[in-house]
């Protein structure tokens, strides 16, 4: 039920972040950043985290985090900004049902904005970290397959 989702909050991020971003998310950079896996923890609440860079052309990356969420239906749900990045680098393709997708790592990767209840953060749903084989350890996550950027 929708009334079943929890909202995204400022205190799932760590400390150093400003309204559920890092300081240098949404920084157009010349190289993809190494993917950051954070495990937080505040308040008795643990959020795994993913920071890593979209790629928008062949020299251009730009950071975001990502909370993963196993209970998120789509591939990637992106808050309005990193929305617009990728749509002004081309990045957005449609396809015959008319919904949104980018391609990672040669396969279609479906994108909704994120919802109203988790702006403005960046969501990585079930289907991509399947893809991306989530590992989990005590302490720790990261991804099997290698993945620089999306």
Known sequence: AADADPLLREYDFPENYV???HPNDGTITSSPSEPEFIRHSRRGHF?????ISLRLGDERFVPYTF???TGAPIHIY???PALAAL????????????SLFITVAGRKAAVRVTPHTHQPGNILGMLLL??????MGEGSFTFASPVPYL
Request: hydrophobic share 40%; net charge negative.
């Open 67 to 69: 909370m993963c969420d």
């Open 130 to 135: 399947e893809r991306f084989g989530l590992q």
């Open 47 to 51: 959020r795994m985290l993913v920071r």
């Open 87 to 98: 749509e002004a680098a081309g990045r957005i393709g449609t396809d015959e049902l008319g």
């Open 19 to 21: 309204n559920m971003a």
């Open 78 to 80: 992106l808050s309005e």
